[in-house]
């Protein structure tokens, strides 16, 4: 088979209920395009038959690809298992809980064509409890805008759409799935939004539950991190270590002034402080020294995340998934 | 067409089939029973395998006397590997050393000292039928109130830090798949956590039971500071399991924790400074706590900096391991049969569940609907 143009990357955790309806959506949805496409599903050592009834899907229909995990990974390491196995041009990721809908694909397809490197999906009607899920999330992708720059109304979607080129040079690790936009934006691609339908569960468990805060505040801090590195290493660890260095000479000044009024009899407390705010600043700085040092030796290049996306001059956008030649008209 | 297979299949259900050759391991290194006492008593257990199989013994640090007697051995003919290093390394990196010299599919650790009878090794390579790494557990156990003590607090508290039910790691009888060794790079003290680690890396693990050896039920006193030597065995196995991949949670949490005591403790002296008129110049509480607060701050960045570390290299290592990938290049997609399947067709049929989305003028949209 050639390379398809779309693979479709589901992730399943515990959903034997949902996989071959999942399945039979998916090819409703997409043999109507005309265009190659194949699906992979990845098995994140479920419990229950999940895995087997994916064998089943794939002996009927060669265009599914079954990644069986060893035990349970999470969602993040589904996603890059599917990124990482899929073969076709654009790929396109969904939830396998059904919640996602790939009737929507064919929209995500079409803003692809325009030239966009990265098409999120927002659930605008989205249909889960409103305290425990919306509020939170509505929080946690306000701040993951400001703090990232990537201002997407919906990150927690997992109906979004890539170009492969692009996002298989992206690095995906621990929970990053939340964060892919964000991550992306590394490589700083034409990003796009759309609305897409949005269903309650029908089978099965919801997995996530309001602890989910702390982990995306570190999270965040990581790709803040990572990501400045790749364009000015030692700037991120300046800026943390400046109000220490500030704190410490105010805390410095205030001590010898102190020192002066009463009569030369110098205040430990204030000097003490302001020395330890000072060395602290300067421990900091030799930190990002360091990290400047690791980012050199190791296998991550900015000229990477910058060729991911580049357009040379008088060249046209990245070659559209759809609609080719055999356009379905 | 079969799917490719990354793991074997558990298909031997009886491991005696023909292809399967064992390597057994044994690092010599501390406590030791007699060459040849040891090794007639593991080739009893070993024929009875019915398999080819060989030895491999790797001497952690210059034995003479040891290495005679295996040379004794080897002079007779024996199927038996020596290898010698020329200082002690630990039984971790003398177990990939061993490994490196192995050609069974199955390989067999076993201790230079008898913990168990020898004819036990059989029921832990029977095990790996229905599993990839079988884990001896002395059963029943010889051991005074104390070590009985002393090895619960151990399994307890290796409990609550992985999650994982293990009671006699200290048996270091066990056979396990090629693969695990392929995969998991053992290294200082590692080799008793290896069905932890195993674990960690999806293999599935099992414990069995066996008889424990006449030697082994004789007592032995454990230094004082093996203790110490235990417990932070465990806190290194902790980390490696729940934060090699994630340091900021590790890091981000003591240091956040750290961070908030100081900031509350300076923010009580403030108070103090505001509305009792303390002088702040006469606080030594301001000391410890500006020292908790760039504490906090240093910790954090050093979880910050193993991040970069993770980042910049995730590159070479995967967060996952895929156990196979199932693929029909040869089957022929059947036609979807039309009724019964696709709930989300038929509600993506009802028009309260479809909007429209504002779609660019030149592209097919007409599929949507039908």
């Known amino acids: 088979m050639d390379n398809p143009k779309l693979s479709v990357i589901v992730p399943f955790y515990n959903e034997e209920d949902s996989i071959e309806p999942m399945y039979a959506a998916i090819v409703r949805a997409v043999e109507p395009l005309n265009i190659p496409f194949e699906m992979v599903f990845v098995d994140d050592g479920s419990r229950d038959s999940t895995a087997l009834r994916?064998?089943?899907?794939?002996?009927?229909?060669?265009?599914?690809?079954?990644?069986?995990?060893?035990?349970?990974?999470?969602?993040?390491?589904?996603?890059?298992?599917?990124?990482?196995?899929?073969?076709?041009e654009t790929l396109v990721t969904m939830d396998g809980d059904l919640q996602n809908d790939p009737a929507d694909i064919e929209l995500f397809l079409a803003k692809m064509a325009e030239g966009h490197d990265l098409v999120v999906g927002w659930r605008h009607k989205r249909?889960?409890?409103?305290?425990?899920?919306?509020?939170?999330?509505?929080?946690?992708?306000?701040l993951i805008g400001k703090v990232t720059g990537v201002r997407i109304t919906d990150n927690g979607c997992s109906l979004k759409a890539f170009r492969a080129s692009l996002i298989k040079g992206i690095p995906l690790y621990s929970e990053m799935h939340r964060f892919i936009p964000a991550m992306a934006s590394i490589a700083g691609p034409r990003i796009a939004e759309i609305k897409v339908r949005h269903h309650a569960r029908q089978f099965g468990q919801s997995k996530y539950g309001l602890s989910r805060v702390y982990k995306v505040l570190l999270d965040l801090m990581v790709i803040?991190?990572?990501?400045?590195?790749?364009?000015?290493?030692?700037?991120?660890?300046?800026?943390?270590?400046?109000?220490?260095?500030?704190?410490?000479?105010l805390a410095l000044v205030a001590g010898l002034l102190a020192t002066l009024t009463a009569g030369g009899r110098m205040s430990l407390p204030l000097t003490g402080t302001g020395i330890i705010f000072l060395m602290a600043g300067v421990t900091l700085m030799a930190s990002g020294t360091l990290g400047e040092l690791v980012y050199k030796l190791g296998d991550v290049r900015p000229e990477d995340f910058a060729r991911l996306t580049m357009k040379a001059a008088g060249e046209s956008p990245p070659k559209p998934a759809y609609p080719t030649g055999e356009s379905p008209q | 067409m079969t799917p490719n297979s990354a793991v074997t299949p558990a298909s031997t259900a009886a491991p005696a089939a023909a292809a399967t050759r064992v390597s057994v391991i044994v690092p010599v290194g501390g406590r030791q029973t007699p060459a040849a006492e040891l090794y007639s008593e593991y080739k009893a257990g070993l024929e009875s395998l019915d398999v080819p199989y060989e030895l491999i013994f790797v001497l952690d640090g210059p034995q003479p006397k040891y290495e005679a007697a295996l040379s004794q051995l080897t002079a007779q003919a024996e199927p038996i590997t020596v290898v010698s290093l020329t200082r002690y390394f630990g039984e971790a990196t003398a177990l990939m050393i061993g490994f490196e010299h192995a050609s069974?599919?199955?390989?067999?650790?076993?201790?230079?000292?008898?913990?168990?009878?020898?004819?036990?090794?059989?029921?832990?390579?029977?095990?790996?039928?229905?599993?990839?790494?079988?884990?001896?557990?002395?059963?029943?156990?010889?051991?005074?109130?104390?070590?009985?003590?002393?090895?619960?607090?151990?399994?307890?508290?290796?409990?609550?830090?992985?999650?994982?039910?293990?009671?006699?790691?200290?048996?270091?009888?066990?056979?396990?798949?090629?693969?695990?060794?392929?995969?998991?790079?053992?290294?200082?003290?590692?080799?008793?956590?290896?069905p932890v680690l195993a674990e960690r890396h999806g293999f599935?693990?099992?414990?069995?039971?066996?008889?424990?050896?006449?030697?082994?039920?004789?007592?032995?006193?454990?230094?004082?500071?093996?203790?110490?030597?235990?417990?932070?065995?465990?806190?290194?196995?902790?980390?490696?399991?729940?934060?090699?991949?994630?340091?900021?949670?590790?890091?981000?949490?003591?240091?956040?924790?750290?961070?908030?005591?100081?900031?509350?403790?300076?923010?009580?002296?403030?108070?103090?400074?505001?509305?009792?008129?303390?002088?702040?110049?006469?606080?030594?509480a301001l000391l410890l706590a500006s020292l908790l607060i760039v504490l906090g701050v240093q910790i954090f960045a050093l979880g910050l900096l193993g991040e970069l570390i993770i980042f910049t290299h995730a590159g070479g290592s995967k967060d996952y391991q895929v156990d196979r990938v199932i693929h029909y290049p040869g089957a022929v997609p059947a036609a979807i049969p039309a009724a019964g399947i696709s709930e989300t067709a038929a509600r993506l049929q009802n028009p309260q569940n479809t909007f429209n989305v504002a779609l660019p003028p030149q592209l097919p949209t007409a599929k949507l609907t039908t």
């Open chain 2, 204 to 284: 599935r693990v099992t414990e069995v039971a066996v008889r424990q050896s006449k030697y082994d039920r004789r007592q032995e006193a454990y230094p004082a500071r093996s203790y110490t030597r235990g417990f932070l065995d465990i806190f290194s196995v902790f980390f490696l399991v729940r934060f090699t991949k994630r340091p900021l949670r590790f890091f981000g949490m003591i240091g956040v924790a750290t961070l908030s005591v100081g900031v509350l403790e300076l923010l009580y002296l403030v108070f103090d400074r505001l509305y009792f008129r303390i002088p702040l110049a006469d606080r030594p």
């Open chain 1, 54 to 88: 994916g064998e089943e899907i794939a002996r009927r229909d060669a265009r599914v690809r079954i990644v069986k995990f060893r035990r349970n990974y999470g969602q993040t390491a589904a996603m890059a298992a599917g990124i990482e196995y899929a073969t076709g």
């Open chain 1, 224 to 249: 803040k991190t990572v990501a400045s590195f790749t364009s000015r290493p030692l700037l991120w660890f300046s800026l943390l270590c400046l109000p220490l260095t500030l704190v410490g000479l």
């Open chain 1, 127 to 142: 249909q889960d409890k409103l305290l425990s899920r919306k509020i939170p999330s509505m929080i946690a992708n306000r």
């Open chain 2, 104 to 194: 069974g599919d199955v390989i067999v650790t076993l201790p230079a000292y008898l913990q168990v009878e020898g004819r036990e090794i059989a029921k832990l390579v029977a095990a790996l039928g229905s599993a990839d790494i079988a884990v001896g557990c002395r059963e029943p156990r010889a051991s005074s109130w104390f070590q009985t003590l002393r090895r619960r607090a151990f399994h307890g508290l290796l409990r609550f830090v992985t999650g994982l039910h293990f009671r006699d790691l200290g048996c270091t009888v066990r056979a396990l798949r090629r693969q695990i060794l392929e995969e998991i790079r053992l290294y200082g003290d590692q080799e008793r956590f290896l």
